[in-house]
């Protein structure tokens, strides 16, 4: 069983920045990927970022340049560092992974960026 709690959201200008962070409960965690996702109302639930057990990353096309993924393995936790926020950012952002075939998610936390 994997239980993920994101933390950090929040409201902010346009331009400003914000740090999401995902705390991961189990000692697997070192092994799997893990990722983040965003759902805008109205709208599905999109990839946003991902970093593997070795370290790489990959990026939505929309957040390329703004947005960075880091993990930490000794403190089981995942951040998303959000730079040069726009409206078009303004979701709920949810953590995900996946272990055995099964798809973990966080409860999701928002984020409002006005202009």
């Known amino acids: 069983q994997v239980q993920l709690v994101e933390s950090g959201g929040g409201l902010v200008q346009t331009g400003g920045s914000l740090r999401l962070s995902c705390a991961a409960s189990?000692?697997?965690?070192?092994?799997?990927?893990m990722g983040w996702f965003r759902q805008a109302p109205g709208k599905e639930r999109e990839f946003v970022a991902r970093i593997y057990s070795t370290g790489s990353t990959n990026y939505a096309d929309s957040v390329k340049g703004r947005f960075t993924i880091s993990r930490d393995n000794a403190k089981n936790t995942v951040s998303l560092q959000m730079n040069s926020l726009k409206p078009e950012d303004t979701a709920v952002y949810y953590c995900?992974?996946?272990?055995?075939?099964?798809?973990?998610w966080g409860q999701g936390t928002q984020v409002t960026v006005f202009s």
């Open positions: 189990g000692s697997i965690f070192s092994l799997v990927a």
């Open positions: 995900n992974t996946n272990f055995r075939s099964r798809n973990y």
